[in-house]
């Protein structure tokens, strides 16, 4: 037996003897509120994963900006002679509705596969899921990690890696800091690999490992009308809408088909190489059951994959406010109207530039774009004006599939999974800011999923299946006891 499979069996034992105190430590630390808008929230967590890591022997250090939640980071040392990886995980999460969760978010509430509640005793399932905000984004590596790190001291198993360890409090707000963090800290942070915890494992069902992201930027459009609220019967049809006109905006940037009709929105397109292409044919088959799933009959994109789509940008409408429905509407013509996006992007898309993009083609539509609110003179000089917020956050990047670290991570994926398919994955779809840590440290950067892809991730009821969790320290614990140098 080699000291890879040592570990994955010690992580079984582990969890055998140990599913309950996993699980209760890991709900002890989904219970607090995370909100990245919420610095003692967040730095209250930040605490807690100290701690976490302190049981294990691990020395806490906080990295501190004013104003910014603190990085959580310590380190492993087992010989100078050994490579270095990194372990990147965020403990910080995505606003929540609390009227929209069937349990409270910040309860964690374990459920079996009927949706049921169930107490949590001695046997643990591991169909059932944990239902609280972050199970799956992102505090599960968390508790993986150091779950893990108790099955190695438990069964004797000595890592044959250096690690050091980065948790971010700031990843659902675009990371604005961490760049910042890895340039005043590199030497600290240097590695010879980073793994980045975050994401769901494929559609399929079966881990991934994934050698890309697409990045990420922000806009928000308000569209203005009059100075106030007006009776919609005594003004409506003689002093513009803005309801009508940002929805009309809206239906020039995008055909039926979902297809941007933005000028220029396409020209930076870096087609999948060869050994990517290589990898996707090999990517099993999902599409169908997870359109049945979703109760959608066709999707968007003109005949190309869910897979070849996260190869191009999108241009996501994911937020439309203006006026009231429901039992709170009211006849009134509203003072403005905002459309809110999020914009995914490719290796090869600036998010400045992308964001340029969209606002040259508002403007293009005879809207005066301004970036703050206009006068009451500056307002009477224009037919249709459009107030725009930018958020450009970061870019994509794309690790080749074929270089020495991926094939060990892969390897070591392959020890933790069930059955030992892994689906090597070109690109993820959503956005993770792995762009940071290749251009300032300079380090191959490898995602390594654990959640189910089916946890409602950033939505109401987000929650983790147990066997998930369980692959996560199978996996953690692989790849602790792998060896990352060439032959």
């Keep these: 037996m080699n000291r890879q499979q040592a570990a994955v069996g010690a992580a079984e034992s582990h969890i055998a003897s140990h599913a309950t105190a996993i699980v209760r430590e890991f709900c002890d630390l989904l219970a607090l509120p995370n909100v990245s808008a919420d610095l003692e929230d967040v730095g209250a967590v930040a605490v807690k994963a100290a701690s976490m890591l302190e049981e294990r022997g691990v020395v806490p250090r906080f990295v501190e900006i004013e104003g910014a939640a603190p990085i959580v980071t310590g380190r492993i040392e087992v010989g100078s002679d050994a490579p270095t990886i990194g372990i990147y995980a965020h403990y910080d999460g995505q606003p929540v509705d609390p009227d929209a969760w069937i349990t409270p978010p910040f ?56 690690v050091v360890i980065l948790f971010e409090g700031e990843e659902e707000a675009g990371s604005p800091h961490l760049r910042r963090y890895l340039e005043e800290n590199a030497a600290w942070f240097a590695a010879d690999m980073w793994l980045i915890c975050d994401g769901p494992v494929h559609q399929s069902g079966l881990p991934q490992v994934i050698f890309g992201v697409r990045g990420i930027a922000q806009l928000d459009v308000t569209v203005l009308g009059p100075t106030r609220g007006l009776h919609s019967g005594h003004y409506g049809n003689w002093i513009p809408n803005p309801t009508w006109k940002l929805v009309h905006l809206l239906a020039t940037m995008r055909d039926p088909d979902g297809e941007v009709v933005i000028d220029g929105y396409y020209d930076d397109v870096i087609p999948p190489s060869d050994s990517e292409v290589a990898a996707l044919a090999e990517v099993p088959a999902y599409e169908e059951d997870l359109l049945r799933a979703l109760g959608v009959r066709t999707p968007e994109g003109n005949g190309e994959s869910h897979i070849e789509r996260m190869f191009r940008p999108s241009l996501n409408l994911r937020g439309f406010f203006a006026g009231h429905t429901g039992a709170s509407a009211a006849n009134v013509l509203p003072e403005a109207a905002t459309a809110s996006f999020d914009v995914r992007l490719p290796p090869g898309h600036d998010p400045e530039e992308m964001l340029g993009r969209v606002e040259a083609h508002i403007a293009a539509q005879g809207f005066h774009v301004m970036h703050e609110m206009p006068d009451h003179d500056t307002r009477l000089q224009h037919d249709s004006i459009a107030v725009i917020r930018r958020d450009p956050h970061y870019t994509g990047l794309r690790v080749p599939l074929d270089g020495r670290e991926g094939a060990a991570v892969l390897d070591a994926a392959r020890a933790a999974a069930e059955g030992g398919e892994v689906v090597a994955m070109p690109t993820l779809g959503g956005s993770v800011p792995i762009v940071h840590f290749a251009d300032v440290l300079g380090s191959p950067t490898i995602i390594i999923p654990m959640a189910n892809h089916d946890n409602n991730q950033h939505d109401a009821n987000e929650n983790i299946r147990i066997a998930n969790l369980w692959y996560g320290i199978r996996l953690m614990a692989s790849l602790l006891a792998t060896d990352y140098r060439p032959d």
Excluded: C, H, M, Y
């Design 107 to 162: 309860d964690p509430t374990i459920v079996n596969a009927a949706g049921e509640r169930v107490e949590l005793g001695e046997e643990v399932d591991p169909d059932w899921r944990i239902r609280a905000r972050s199970t799956s984004d992102d505090k599960a590596p968390i508790q993986a990690f150091v779950s893990a790190l108790d099955a190695l001291a438990t069964k004797g198993v000595d890592p044959t890696v250096n």
